[in-house]
């Protein structure tokens, strides 16, 4: 694997993956350039630190679910391409109900991603007694205010269920994004300053 990144699924196992930009349920409504195959790759230091919090959360009944770790820098170009189409607002009733898509730029949708970087995940937990995800108040990648850590618009259940997660990053050494429950991003990351554009595959 290019620059010691490795696969997430082969090297913690225990995870659910649901890489979404390789489909066409996300905010943009298509197969997202550069995912060629369902897979997430991470700097190898990055993936210690989420099979620690995976471990974590698995001693709480709790197994992760990824929906998406390094994101090529011509993927993050297709969300700028499609943000510049403002008649294409296909998916706004599912993604973004409560936002104008002119201002997804504005803390949302970046042009130069963490992502890029190879030690950004995106993730959720699911009971493994059910095989439920948690209820986090809002979906993955619903671009609002609901999203926000902190907010007021959800149950203290959600927000309960939002801080397991935290507590779990977090002692494994990721650090949150305030605006989205699900994104998190290894505090040490290796490549702080190179933004990586090899294909997901």
Do not use: C
Not at 16 to 21: A, C, H, Q, S
Not at 127 to 138: E, K, N, P, W
Request: glycine content about 8%.
């Amino acid at each position: 694997m290019q620059y010691g990144f490795v696969s997430v699924g082969r090297y913690i196992g225990n995870v659910i993956l649901e890489v979404r930009y390789y489909t066409d349920y996300n905010f943009v409504g298509e197969r997202i350039d550069g995912y060629h195959a369902p897979v997430a790759l991470l700097t190898r230091e990055a993936a210690d630190a989420l099979k620690t919090a995976s471990d974590l959360l698995a001693e709480q009944g709790w197994i992760i679910k990824v929906y998406d770790a390094y994101r090529p820098q011509r993927a993050v170009d297709h969300f700028v391409r499609w943000g510049a189409d403002l008649g294409d607002q296909r998916m706004k009733s599912i993604f973004y109900p409560d936002m104008e898509k002119s201002r997804l730029f504005d803390g949302y949708i970046a042009r130069k991603s963490s992502h890029s970087r190879g030690s950004t995940v995106d993730l959720t937990i699911v009971d493994a007694a059910t095989g439920r995800d948690a209820d986090m108040g809002s979906p993955f990648d619903l671009l609002g205010e609901i999203s926000n850590h902190g907010t007021g618009l959800i149950t203290p259940a959600q927000a309960a269920n939002r801080s397991i997660l935290r507590r779990a990053m977090e002692q494994a050494g990721f650090q949150a994004l305030p605006k989205e429950w699900w994104h998190y991003t290894l505090r040490d990351e290796p490549y702080p300053d190179t933004y990586f554009d090899f294909p997901v595959e």
